[in-house]
């Protein structure tokens, strides 16, 4: 019952709003409430299943929402997404409330979004880590394999065991981007360094991500990238207990998790991309379209290496300085597949 | 060598959350409670350890609380299907939905930020080692406690007969009620393995499906403490093949259903007879 009556009111919606849609095309476009003084900005979130205090992804997501909240006086919401079930009612409910504008955080729920963003077409929407062709949904993606091209390098020149290892979440085009961006990244520097890949199968199964980091460290890799969520906290924690062992992070800062053992973080400034659409929603225009941000950008990145320099070493750190600026220059293209991985030569700068 | 040590080392730390919760689920369905809130066990074994070892800072303090955590909330299920009639699957999903939710607001309140608890006292690997054997102890000592004592005799009655049980002049709900409590506390103590065993911290979703890959392990093993251990040892032992084995050429994923399609071909008759208490599940 209560579908029939929501189909017939979108479609009424639909029909209404096609036509506000195109006087406004007419009109020069975004002239939003959000336009005026006096409206208070409203944003909301939807995360993906890790949730928030991943200490990574969503929680970079829910910084930029901050940011706009301390800059803007917005008022923020999140829906946390339990399974990939709770994607379109969270995306329905903060559709049906107040909304200036509304991110959908994660890849994961992109035909969810599709759903949601044409039964309410009056409505802004943005999605991370997905292209979306909606129009009214502004998509935002990552060149991870460019930052963690880096990462690579990075193990690649300070391993001692010449094996490095790659923990993912769960496989998917996206985690590949940085699984072979950082594959990419080793082979540039030592063709001979050995890349053990796992994936978890999961975003928030800690226990697991501990026994994969086990199983890696104990085979004799020194480094390993995590890029696993939740699941992610477990393999630091294999990490710290053990000498000789160490990690990079991913997507927000987590050198601090365990100070002088995350060598670095490949950081994902969701934030910053999540901050710059509300901003751009407060000064009254609704971004559309697709942007995709790399090294070029400052969408991707190492941290500054704030508890290991002198780990590291300053010639290492001036190469990676290097190697930023050849694939910036587009010297160096990361590859961003597995084929595109095995096709990959090493430039030799 | 070293290999194979380290293989049986992983296989036994994957296993043996499965062994509490399936043990668990075992003295459950064997008295006639089809107890599927063993997730929710686990889960809230898992955070009470952890919260009360934060609060503590005693993580056999925390061993103790997330036990009877477990106790409670399956308890809650034992006297909603004994004293007020409610179907015991329908009262399952929702102590599983309670459970998540209340840990999860439970975090937030208790910790300012959502999603994991920061870093407890956990019991350490002297510690992790000593349940994993408690683990195995447990399923012999219920074997044998189900072959040789009248409670045994009791508990089995209670789920084939439960009229035969009043009959004999005990009363078959307060046997539910209370092989719920001693489940839901062995549960509890398998979500403590997670959080304060393996680990130090709890984490929403940590669990991640452990309860319902149980529930097919007690299938597997035809409702008895040495074969329900039995098959979660055999499931860890898949799962940490798996880790081993990724990217080799099976596809992970279906490694990862195979402790279900075993309870499937169990339950089918594929690989001899199983056959479930004849009043599991029939609410009194």
Known sequence: ?349 | MAELLDFFQLALVKATPLIFAALAGVICERSGILNIALEGGLTVGAFTGAAVSFETGNPLLGLIAGMLAGALLCGLLGVAATRFGVDQIVAGIGLNMLAAGATAFAVVVLFGAPGATPEVHALGSAGETALIAVAVVAALALQLGFDRTPWGLRLRACGENPQAVLSAGLDPRRIRVLATLAGGAIAGLGGVFLSLGELDLYSDGMTAGRGFIALAAVIFGRWTPLGAAGAALAFGALSALQFVLQRSGVPSELMQALPYLAALAALTGIVGKARAPAADGVSL
């Open chain 1, 1 to 349: 019952m209560a579908r029939a009556y929501h189909t017939g009111v979108t479609t009424r919606a639909l029909a209404l709003a096609s036509v506000v849609f195109l006087a406004a095309c007419t009109n020069g476009g975004g002239t939003g409430k959000a336009a005026s003084g006096a409206h208070q900005l409203r944003l909301a979130m939807v995360t993906d299943t890790g949730g928030l205090g991943d200490k990574s992804f969503n929680d970079s997501a829910y910084r930029g929402l901050q940011m706009a909240k301390s800059k803007f006086d917005a008022e923020i919401a999140v829906q946390e997404s339990k399974s990939a079930a709770d994607y379109q009612p969270n995306l329905t409910v903060l559709a049906d409330g107040d909304y200036d504008e509304i991110f959908a955080i994660g890849f994961l729920m992109n035909n969810d979004l599709t759903e949601v963003a044409k039964n309410y077409p009056d409505k802004h929407f943005a999605i991370i880590d997905a292209v979306n062709p909606q129009p009214n949904v502004a998509s935002v993606t990552f060149r991870e394999q460019d930052g963690s091209f880096l990462a690579g390098a990075l193990a690649a020149m300070v391993t001692k065991t010449k094996t490095i290892g790659f923990l993912g979440g769960i496989d998917s085009p996206l985690l590949r981007k940085f699984e072979v961006g950082y594959a990419a990244g080793a082979r540039e520097i030592d063709p001979n360094v050995k890349v053990v890949v796992k994936y978890v199968g999961s975003f928030e199964d800690v226990a697991s991500g501990k026994e994969l980091a086990d199983v890696m460290y104990g085979g004799g890799a020194d480094i390993v990238y995590i890029a696993a969520g939740k699941s992610g906290l477990g393999a630091i924690d294999e990490m710290r207990a053990r000498p000789n062992a160490y990690a990079i992070g991913v997507d927000s800062n987590q050198d601090a998790l365990v100070p002088g053992k995350i060598l670095t973080s490949m950081v994902k400034h969701v934030d910053v991309a999540v901050f710059k659409i509300a901003s751009e929603v407060h000064a009254g225009k609704y971004p559309s379209g697709s942007v995709q941000l790399g090294l070029k950008e400052d969408g991707v990145g190492l941290t500054d290496f704030a508890y290991t320099k002198a780990l590291i070493g300053a010639a290492h750190i001036a190469r990676l300085a290097a190697l930023r600026e050849a694939i910036v220059a587009g010297k160096i293209v990361p590859p961003s597949t597995r084929d595109e991985l095995a096709a990959f030569t090493p430039v030799k700068l």
